[in-house]
């Protein structure tokens, strides 16, 4: 595995936490003293991830990332050779015993995703074999805790958009004008309006996000590298920290409710995006006016810079050590591109706000001291 260079600053990850604590506290602050209901889905993350692990086709695509870890783990000279060993049996049937759950919980799964069911437990012995089980355990568990934190924060935040600040979209569509000749929205949306294959396929590949994120994470996994593992789950978290509160310094609804009438295709073509919007706009207009009963993860308008992009950069860039897994992330990549602008979700601006965002993101991410540097290798 190629080293990453030199870094001519760091910054300590007890600094990181300390200010992530801080906007926590702050997110608590005004949830308290908002007029949003105290009923908060905790377990909306989880369901999401649940939700995209057992759906179809996603075990054809773990295979994919596991194939792409395997080749990165034979490139480093410290992978040791597989052996029928206790742990090697305890790999199994804990492998075994993850995909039965997923199998058994799944009614999505198709002939494809079972045929790839003993590849996939193949591949993810070895990968479990090399890592230590308490302190995967511990990983994981410290993964899901810092996303469900992190995705109140970012909702908390996110529901005051729109009752601190007043919309701007009407500077980025005159940007837009003053560059193309007319609003670019405009000529995506009439050009959607005639090509109804891709703005079913952009209803499709748009919700495939945790997909892709789950996919990103099992590839690092199995990679067997914890450095990099945490600088993902890092990214993340600062991905949804730093774009909620960026959401403040232009806020922006996106063409689809800046302009509806040119997003009609959407309500024939796209239900499950129509569906999606029209959530979003109720839970946005009943937290303005005190009516929400409950907060729901991620339920509130705002799209200005595109973190749909940023994540999606993110996890391009933390795919980067195989050619497999990078083809991989750069077609969800250039799907999540089409999609947003296709279905009304961004404008073109936005979506560079999310990649400026991401290297941002990224910067910081790779000039964090770990604590748990000392454990990136974990050998049989």
Request: charged share 15%.
């Amino acid at each position: 595995m190629s080293q990453l260079p030199k870094k001519t600053f760091s910054l300590s990850m007890v600094w990181v936490v300390a200010i992530e604590v801080l906007i926590l506290a702050g997110a608590i602050l005004i949830h308290m003293l908002s007029a949003l209901p105290l009923e908060y889905s905790w377990s909306r993350t989880l369901e999401l991830f649940w939700q995209s692990v057992t759906d179809k086709y996603f075990i054809v695509m773990a295979c994919i990332a596991l194939i792409a870890a395997a080749g990165v783990r034979t490139r480093r000279s410290f992978s040791s050779p597989l052996c029928f060993d206790a742990r090697f049996f305890i790999s199994l049937i804990l492998a075994a015993i993850v995909l039965m759950v997923m199998v058994a919980a799944s009614p999505r799964y198709g002939a494809w995703d079972y045929a790839f069911l003993l590849p996939v437990l193949a591949l993810m012995v070895p990968a479990l074999r090399q890592r230590h089980p308490v302190k995967a355990l511990a990983g994981f568990i410290a993964t899901i805790l810092v996303l469900v934190v992190t995705s109140y924060v970012f909702t908390i935040y996110k529901s005051q958009l729109f009752i601190e600040r007043a919309p701007l979209d009407t500077l980025l569509v005159e940007a837009e004008s003053f560059l193309f000749g007319q609003p670019l929205y405009l000529s995506i949306a009439e050009w959607a309006s005639t090509h109804t294959a891709w703005v079913r396929f952009s209803d499709w590949v748009y919700y495939l996000f945790f997909h892709h994120m789950a996919l990103t994470a099992l590839f690092l996994f199995a990679c067997d590298d914890n450095e990099e593992q945490w600088r993902y789950v890092l990214s993340l978290a600062l991905c949804y920290t730093l774009g909620g509160l960026s959401y403040f310094l232009f806020p922006a609804m996106g063409p689809a409710y800046f302009d509806p009438a040119h997003f009609t295709y959407l309500n024939t073509d796209a239900e499950f995006t129509t569906f999606i919007q029209g959530f979003l706009k109720t839970s946005t207009d009943d937290a303005s006016i005190g009516r929400l009963a409950v907060i729901e993860t991620f339920a509130f308008i705002a799209c200005m810079p595109s973190l749909h992009m940023a994540h999606e950069t993110i996890m391009l860039f933390y795919s980067r050590r195989s050619r497999l897994m990078l083809g991989l992330a750069a077609l969800f990549w250039a799907g999540a591109f089409a999609a947003v602008l296709i279905l009304g979700w961004h404008y073109l601006f936005d979506v560079v706000g999310g990649l400026v965002l991401a290297a941002l993101v990224i910067l910081i991410a790779q000039r964090v001291q770990l604590t748990t540097a000392a454990d990136s290798r974990q050998t049989a």
